[in-house]
């Protein structure tokens, strides 16, 4: 069997830089398929090592561990249910199936790149290509929180929005939340439907399932999560008691409104 080109860059490459595949040599002798195929093996071994012990990715994990614990302290995550995402260069971290918010370790977050394929780690959330989606439409986020908290989810239930223009801080943030229709956990519709209904909005109600909310930073992301959960339960409690309630007016709307606009 004839090594080809690339093998043969990757077998130079690995004698003159790469200790680990030097030992390899020796171990191995010069038979060619055994080499090359040992060669790939190594190098994949470098590779993830790189990855793992760059300061970035290790940084970044320590955030997503204190997001996620962030969440579920403040009572916005239940069982398994959400995964948490952070974009790293060219690079993307995001909490492994079956996690725990409650209880992320760095062995929770696996590594990928912007195709989805695993560089690190375990087998990634199921809805890693939603997260995916939304960082290929919007060059401005680099962290990405779906979660299921209560008040949200009993909006995205009912497939409406919570009551517009009640407090200066929501309408800034939320002027512009949608309710995104039903589509199958962990499909590519509910992917691409997702991002598409996002737009540039900080937050997404998603139908019958919960929310989504984006944000430069995990600390930026978490924090929209808790005030998007905030205004959902205070929009309710307002629907569903006798109170009367004023709305801000449009001058009031149009000041919050272009002060988000010029924020961004
Ligand atoms: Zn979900």
Do not use: W
Request: proline share 4%; with cysteine.
């Amino acid at each position: 069997m004839e090594i080809n080109t690339g093998v043969k860059i990757k077998m130079i490459y690995a004698l003159n830089i790469n200790p680990i595949v030097k030992r390899s040599y020796v171990k191995h002798g010069t038979s060619k398929i055994s080499f090359s195929q040992q060669i790939n093996k190594d190098l994949f071994v470098k590779e993830k090592d790189e990855i793992s012990e760059n300061p970035q990715i290790v940084e970044g994990k320590k955030d997503l561990i204190k997001q996620s614990k962030y969440l579920s302290d403040k009572n916005l995550t239940a069982g398994s249910g959400g995964n948490i995402s952070m974009r790293v260069g060219d690079k993307f971290l995001i909490s492994k199936a079956g996690s725990l918010f409650s209880d992320l370790t760095e062995k929770d977050i696996s590594v990928l790149d912007s195709n989805g394929k695993l560089l690190d780690g375990e087998k990634p959330s199921s809805e890693t290509p939603m997260h995916l989606a939304v960082y290929k439409n919007r060059p401005d986020v680099n962290s990405v929180i779906h979660f299921h908290p209560v008040y949200a989810t009993v909006y995205a239930v009912a497939n409406k929005t919570m009551l517009p223009n009640i407090l200066p801080h929501t309408t800034k943030h939320f002027y512009d939340l949608k309710v995104a229709p039903y589509e199958n956990a962990g499909s590519d519709e509910l992917a691409q439907k997702t991002a598409s209904q996002l737009g540039q909005s900080e937050a997404l109600l998603l139908g019958n399932h919960g929310a989504l909310v984006v944000g430069k930073t995990p600390q930026i992301a978490a924090k929209t999560a808790d005030s998007l959960e905030n205004y959902a339960k205070i929009s309710y409690l307002l629907e569903n008691s006798c109170f009367k309630y004023k709305q801000l007016n449009k001058d009031n709307v149009d000041y919050m409104v272009n002060s988000a606009k010029s924020n961004k």
